[in-house]
């Protein structure tokens, strides 16, 4: 098996809203390995930011999971960033994000994006 990196970016254009958005896997994924949130305005992210992930229609992260506990900084080696997922089986490889905005003093809005890396495995020659 190879591994994979896939990205799936939830756009954020209103302040204290709720962002949805449904992806889908390639079927040469045989599993899901880990997880990982990254933005272009991770400052935005850390403070305003909550959301909830399905994957195959399972809750992988429950509704109002706060995205700092799934974001990771540059002193985490690269093999250590990834929320382990125990090569979750991808199932029918839909993923579902609800990704919302909170208001936060710290933090004044502006658009930004939310990003969800997924590693997955795949059967080798597939990648």
Do not use: W
């Not at 990704?99 to 795949?122: G, I, K, S, W």
Request: net charge negative; proline share 3%.
């Amino acid at each position: 098996m190879g591994t994979i990196r896939k990205r799936f970016d939830v756009d954020v254009l209103e302040a204290g809203k709720t962002a949805s958005k449904k992806f889908e896997l390639d079927k040469t994924v045989k599993t899901i390995s880990g997880i990982v949130l990254t933005s272009d305005r991770e400052d935005l992210m850390f403070f305003r930011g909550e959301q909830k992930i399905d994957i195959n229609g399972k809750e992988i992260i429950a509704e109002n999971y706060e995205s700092k506990l799934l974001m990771t900084s540059l002193n985490v080696p690269i093999n250590n960033k990834y929320m382990d997922l125990k090569n979750l089986d991808p199932g029918n490889g839909i993923i579902s994000v609800s990704y919302t905005d909170h208001n936060h003093v710290l933090a004044p809005f502006v658009p930004y994006r939310m990003t969800l890396n997924v590693q997955c495995e795949v059967e080798d020659g597939q990648n």
